[in-house]
């Protein structure tokens, strides 16, 4: 079945690095771009920005540039979140979620089970 | 960016209720909306999609209508399992916004 696998919780340290892992399985990897959401606790979604799986173009939404990069690794059909310089605010469960339909019926579907990232000294 | 307003945030009801969630778009989307359920400690779940398209595999007692600026999630009759909270997202913009969520609590 379709499914994204992302890596486990991380504790982190204020300015540190981290990198969280989506890894796609089911259905043609570079088919279907892949979306990051962060939701920080007790809050709603934020859309972070996607990753074009085909040519590895990257969209970031306003507010995750700079720190945040997106890649791909399409050998092992897995897309990577990077966050540089962590800050306590960055503390969030972070999902990745494949983007399918055009148009009107583009819509996110699956959802990794999401990462949670903490950052604390 | 496009602003998506939700009401009411927070929503007490019972099992078997029929309950209705709104979602406002500062700017109008067409039928470019989309419902999301997220049950606690989970990954949210796609529920509808075009605006009132049920996702394959949805109970039929969730619908979707609106278009341009208002929309509605409708439940028909509350099962155990739909007390979470439920999103709504635009996908007009190339820059997708979801709502605020409505969490959705037993009366």
């Known amino acids: 079945q379709v499914q994204l696998v992302q890596s486990g919780s991380d504790l982190k340290e204020p300015g540190a690095s981290m990198k969280v892992s989506c890894k796609a399985s089911g259905y043609s990897f570079t088919s279907y771009g892949i979306n990051w959401v962060r939701q920080a606790p007790g809050q709603g979604l934020e859309w972070m920005g996607w990753i074009n799986t085909n040519t590895g173009n990257p969209t970031y939404a306003q507010g995750f540039t700079g720190r945040f990069v997106f890649s791909l690794d399409t050998s092992a059909s897995t897309t990577y979140l990077q966050i540089s310089g962590l800050k306590a605010e960055d503390t969030a469960v972070y999902f990745c979620?494949?983007?399918?339909?055009?148009?009107?019926?583009?819509?996110?579907?699956?959802w990794g089970q999401g990462t949670l990232v903490t950052v604390s000294s | 960016d496009i602003q998506m307003t939700q009401s009411p945030s927070s929503l007490s009801a019972s099992i078997g209720d029929r309950v209705a969630i709104t979602c406002r778009a500062s700017?109008?989307?067409?039928?470019?909306l989309n419902w999301y359920r997220q049950k606690p400690g989970e990954a949210p779940n796609l529920l509808i999609y075009a605006a009132s398209s049920l996702e394959s595999g949805v109970p039929s007692r969730f619908s979707g209508s609106g278009s341009g600026t208002d929309f509605t999630l409708t439940i028909s009759s509350l099962r155990p399992e739909d007390f979470a909270t439920y999103y709504c997202?635009?996908?007009?913009?190339?820059?997708?916004?979801f709502g605020q969520g409505t969490k959705l609590e037993i009366k």
């Open positions: 979620a494949r983007v399918i339909g055009g148009g009107p019926v583009k819509r996110f579907d699956p």
């Open positions: 700017q109008s989307i067409s039928n470019y």
């Open positions: 997202q635009q996908s007009y913009s190339s820059f997708p916004t």
